[in-house]
């Protein structure tokens, strides 16, 4: 007896959902948790929808399905175009990462009837500015997110937040933090580079955002003793702004604002250190990297993940430099506390001994274990 084609079963199709591949750490993450799904072909289909149609700073591996929306960061024209495409797809379960993905998916996952998991990337209470959009963003983040069938949370901090702040379940939520290639990235490390960087030199990257307050690490290291030089390796709305504090502290010939880097692997192992500023993350992606190619670091002890990746605690108290078990915590905002740091990171010996601790802290956060997380929730569900 032949069999009719309609019952053969098919695979379930999971689709990952993200606003765009712009350079981020949030992007990087998908990315490196798809292309480390590859095993897993034989039991899923898998797709990648892009909502916004922007420059990618990333390449998906080439066995994925590439979806390419132009919904031009708007929420109405992201439910129409996601309805229309998801009703094709019939998806088992929809993945997504930042905010106006996941409003869409947990909305759409109701209508159309599919499972949904979004995953919370910064400490949403602190992550919103004030003003009428913040508002909007507390209110949809507030109604939205309990629908969601799971809620992935990259640290205890944000979990908390979710839970006290947003009415979200807290069986709901997981928290898996950040996946880090920890070989990979020592691979990459070692790399030509393409950049002209001066050494020796400390380093920032990311996204040039108020709420990664890079003037913090540029004001700091003009108050320090510290006499090599400052690499800013990222862009964003507050490129011109810091161009013009550097030229106001006059330290232009020892800060190289140089962009985006596709690896930057090469530079964070070559540094004296890695400064992360920010007001505000959920787990930084950049200050676990760092580590793992054994950069010491110092890290503002801000609204959540540095005290968990440096203290193994999701909140500590502090008011000065302190000495964490893998880098250095200063309060956020504090120029004196920060350019302390700095300066305690002059002697070689110093670096040496926080490098190791570096490396040993990267360890806690391997690849594998992360992308197994992910998957146990996506088969669950």
Known sequence: MQSNIMDIPQKPVIVFLINSLAGGGAERV????????????????????LLDDEARAYTPPAWVIVHQLNTKRSLLRGASSLHALFRNLRPSAC?????????????????????????????????FSTGRS?????????LLYPLADSVVAVSQGIKDDLRECYGVSAEKITVIPNPVDISGALERSKEATTLDIHSPYMIVMGRLTKIKNVELAVRAFAKSDYRGHLIILGE?????????????????????????????????AGADAYVLPSNAEGFPNGLVEAMAVGAPVIATNCETGPSEILNDTSSIGISELTIAKYGILVPPNSVDAMAQAMDYLVPVETQRTLS?????????????????SYWSIIADL
Do not use: C, W
């Open 30 to 49: 998908m990315l490196r948790l798809i292309t480390h799904s590859e095993h897993l072909r034989d039991r899923f289909e898998m797709h990648l929808v």
């Open 95 to 127: 993945l997504s990462f930042l905010a106006r993905a996941n409003y869409l998916n947990a909305v759409l996952g109701k209508l159309i009837g599919f499972r949904t998991i979004i995953s919370e990337r910064v400490h949403t209470t602190s992550h």
């Open 134 to 142: 913040a508002t909007v963003s507390r209110i949809l983040v507030r």
């Open 236 to 268: 964003g709305p507050e490129f011109s702004n810091i161009e013009d504090l550097i030229q106001k502290l006059e330290i232009g010939p020892r800060v190289q604002l140089v962009g985006f880097s596709n690896n930057p692997f090469p530079y964070l």
């Open 356 to 372: 190791a601790k570096s490396r040993e802290g990267a360890g806690r956060y391997g690849l594998e274990k992360a992308v197994s």
